[in-house]
């Protein structure tokens, strides 16, 4: 079955600065990759998604590339900001719907003021 | 994600008890998930439906049980076979070209 790696499991930024979350992913078959914000104790949000037809996906402040040769897709956060301190999830199905997602361990991005 | 939602919003459950977690959307979706999270270990599935009267076992669904009566419940118990069940639980659902969305989950705790 599917499975998702997500690095760095931790990452602190200068706010202003831009963070990078990589995930890789091992199913050829994946075709969906969304990823998800979760503040303390709140539910994960969607915050970008992409389809395996598009290399790049981008939403204001926010970016998600992806490779499907290389089986990896990455988020791209410009001019953090301390409201975008949470922890990230990456995830990773075959299709868009009513099938389930992989997700990775997740990475807890702290933007300092 | 205002459509799921999830009761009660912390549970307590003591050895040899079994506990259901409730799951409700109104977002007409035709599949739901049941997650649980742990610190450090990401999202992992318990269960899934894709549709009415049927459901899937996810990676850890043992000590888990799951029903799927009608289209907007999808209620799972926590059976005392489940021997660590201290956790959040997560309850999502998608359309048929969606994403998923998750309710507001359920922390529970065992005594």
């Known amino acids: 079955g599917e499975n998702v790696e997500q690095h760095p499991s931790t990452l602190s930024v200068q706010e202003g600065d831009s963070a990078v979350i990589k995930c890789t992913y091992s199913?050829?078959?994946?075709?969906?990759f969304p990823w998800y914000k979760q503040e303390l104790g709140k539910r994960p949000q969607l915050i970008i998604d992409?389809?395996?037809?598009?290399g790049e996906k981008k939403d204001q402040r926010i970016a998600v590339t992806l490779n499907k040769t290389a089986k990896h897709f990455s988020l791209h956060i410009t001019e953090t900001q301390p409201e975008d301190s949470a922890v990230y999830f990456c995830?990773?199905?075959?299709?868009?719907?009513?099938?389930?997602?992989?997700f990775g361990k997740g990475t807890r991005l702290s933007v300092i003021a | 994600d205002g459509g799921i939602t999830q009761s009660p919003k912390y549970l307590f459950r003591k050895e040899g008890q079994n506990v259901t977690l409730s799951c409700e959307q109104n977002l007409n979706h035709d599949a739901m998930y049941w997650y649980r999270q742990d610190p450090g270990q990401g999202l992992r599935l318990i269960y899934y439906s894709q549709i009415v009267n049927d459901f899937q076992k996810g990676d850890i669904a043992e000590g888990y049980s799951v029903s799927r009566e009608k289209k907007e419940s999808f209620p799972l118990t926590v059976t005392s076979a489940q021997k660590n069940p201290t956790a959040f639980y997560l309850c999502?659902?998608?359309?048929?070209?969606?994403?998923?969305?998750f309710g507001p989950g359920t922390r529970l705790t065992v005594l």
């Open positions: 199913d050829s078959a994946s075709n969906y």
């Open positions: 992409i389809r395996s037809n598009v």
């Open positions: 999502a659902s998608s359309g048929q070209v969606d994403t998923q969305y």
């Open positions: 995830a990773a199905s075959i299709e868009a719907g009513n099938t389930p997602l992989v």
